[in-house]
């Protein structure tokens, strides 16, 4: 059987589908699974030994059909489900299966900020797509592949051994999401041992501030330095991962390294939190509870629609460092 998988973005949801892919693999040995993803998210899925074959597209679908349709492939599971992907799979005319995506309920809750979302995570939703093929979760986290030319030799880059660190990721794709430079000097602050900071070439400058404005010794700014899969190296050799919601913490939670995370304008009951089912590796969840205001968005702003930020503003560093010590041990 030829199945094709598709989900386009972004970074942490096609982190995410790696368990299904892993599933259908095992399950499934015989078959030749395919998988289509914009090209910027290539590096994430390319080196996965359960997939055969990456298919990207930049901007339309128009890019790879006649491709996809050469593939005759068998049947489609759609980790997307969205107007792109019914458009491909009606295209393609092959059978295709699709995850509860739950767009009303996730309406919902952010307009009325009353729940009726199901307490099951996105990647258990991922598996519905997939249950007629007689496939089922093994119950076991994501899998994220490094290859060793991406590794990065902590000795040899910062003189540092793996486990005598902590990594903190301090960007997001929208501010709402992310720790405020303030609350980050706080925590730095009162860190002991050094910190990696993580993030792409967008918080450099942030990260520089960091460093200078803490006059700590034993930080480095690494933002923009790595690519994913090099920074995904470092996440991996840390003693704990600080971060917010964002794609990096579902890279981290395929790892069996602690997670401390912070959340600002989202919620962990819309089904993104780290994906452990067997907790193989402890983690925690930071919120401000009790505002009336959160969920404001499922993804993000680039500010707060109120302007006072207390989902953020309100994190107290302290409570963030207990966890972080507690998962120290």
Same mark, same amino acid.
């Given at each position: 059987?030829?199945?094709?998988?598709?989900?386009?973005?972004?970074?942490? *949801?096609?982190?995410?589908?790696?368990?299904?892919?892993?599933?259908?693999?095992?399950?499934?040995?015989?078959?030749?699974?395919?998988?289509?993803?914009?090209?910027?998210?290539?590096?994430?899925?390319?080196?996965?030994?359960?997939?055969?074959?990456?298919? +990207?597209?930049?901007?339309?679908?128009?890019?790879? +059909?006649?491709?996809?349709?050469?593939?005759?492939?068998?049947?489609?599971?759609?980790?997307?489900?969205?107007?792109? +992907?019914?458009?491909?799979?009606?295209?393609?005319?092959?059978?295709?299966?699709?995850?509860?995506?739950?767009?009303?309920?996730?309406?919902?809750?952010?307009?009325?900020?009353?729940?009726?979302?199901?307490?099951?995570?996105?990647?258990?939703?991922?598996?519905?797509?997939?249950?007629?093929?007689?496939?089922?979760?093994?119950?076991?986290?994501?899998?994220?592949?490094?290859?060793?030319?991406?590794?990065?030799?902590?000795?040899?880059?910062?003189?540092?051994?793996?486990?005598?660190?902590?990594?903190?990721? /301090?960007?997001?794709?929208?501010?709402?999401?992310?720790?405020?430079?303030?609350?980050?000097?706080?925590?730095?602050?009162?860190?002991?041992?050094?910190?990696i900071l993580i993030g792409g070439p *967008?918080?450099?400058?942030?990260?520089?501030?960091?460093?200078?404005?803490?006059?700590?010794?034993?930080?480095?700014?690494?933002?923009?330095?790595?690519? /994913?899969?090099?920074?995904?190296? /470092?996440?991996?050799?840390?003693?704990?991962?600080?971060?917010?919601?964002?794609?990096?913490?579902?890279?981290?939670?395929?790892?069996?390294?602690?997670?401390?995370? /912070?959340?600002?304008? +989202?919620?962990?009951?819309?089904?993104?939190?780290?994906?452990?089912?067997?907790?193989?590796?402890?983690?925690?969840?930071?919120?401000?509870?009790?505002?009336?205001?959160?969920?404001?968005?499922?993804?993000?702003?680039?500010?707060?629609?109120?302007?006072?930020?207390?989902?953020?503003?309100?994190?107290?560093?302290?409570?963030?460092?207990?966890?972080?010590?507690?998962?120290?041990?």
């Open positions: 059987m030829k199945i094709l998988v598709v989900r386009f973005s972004s970074i942490g *949801d096609v982190v995410l589908t790696a368990s299904v892919v892993r599933c259908l693999k095992e399950q499934l040995p015989s078959s030749e699974i395919h998988f289509l993803t914009k090209s910027s998210f290539r590096s994430i899925v390319e080196h996965n030994p359960n997939i055969d074959k990456v298919i +990207t597209i930049d901007s339309s679908i128009k890019e790879v +059909t006649s491709e996809l349709k050469e593939e005759k492939y068998d049947h489609i599971v759609d980790l997307h489900n969205n107007l792109r +992907t019914r458009s491909l799979a009606f295209r393609l005319r092959k059978p295709t299966t699709r995850f509860p995506k739950l767009n009303l309920e996730k309406w919902k809750l952010v307009k009325f900020k009353k729940s009726s979302m199901p307490d099951i995570h996105v990647v258990d939703r991922y598996f519905e797509a997939v249950k007629s093929l007689g496939v089922k979760s093994d119950g076991k986290k994501g899998d994220f592949l490094i290859p060793s030319s991406y590794e990065v030799d902590m000795e040899e880059k910062f003189n540092l051994q793996s486990r005598e660190y902590y990594s903190l990721v /301090i960007g997001a794709k929208f501010k709402t999401k992310q720790l405020p430079e303030e609350k980050l000097l706080e925590l730095i602050s009162k860190i002991q041992l050094p910190i *967008d918080d450099r400058e942030l990260g520089n501030r960091l460093v200078e404005l803490s006059s700590k010794e034993n930080i480095v700014n690494t933002c923009g330095d790595f690519s /994913i899969l090099g920074s995904a190296s /470092i996440l991996k050799q840390s003693r704990v991962v600080i971060t917010n919601d964002t794609g990096m913490m579902h890279i981290a939670g395929c790892f069996d390294v602690p997670i401390v995370s /912070i959340w600002g304008n +989202t919620v962990p009951e819309l089904g993104m939190y780290p994906y452990r089912p067997n907790n193989e590796a402890s983690f925690s969840i930071h919120e401000v509870k009790g505002l009336n205001c959160r969920p404001c968005s499922k993804i993000g702003f680039e500010s707060c629609p109120k302007g006072h930020f207390d989902c953020m503003m309100k994190q107290d560093v302290d409570i963030l460092l207990d966890s972080v010590s507690e998962l120290s041990d």
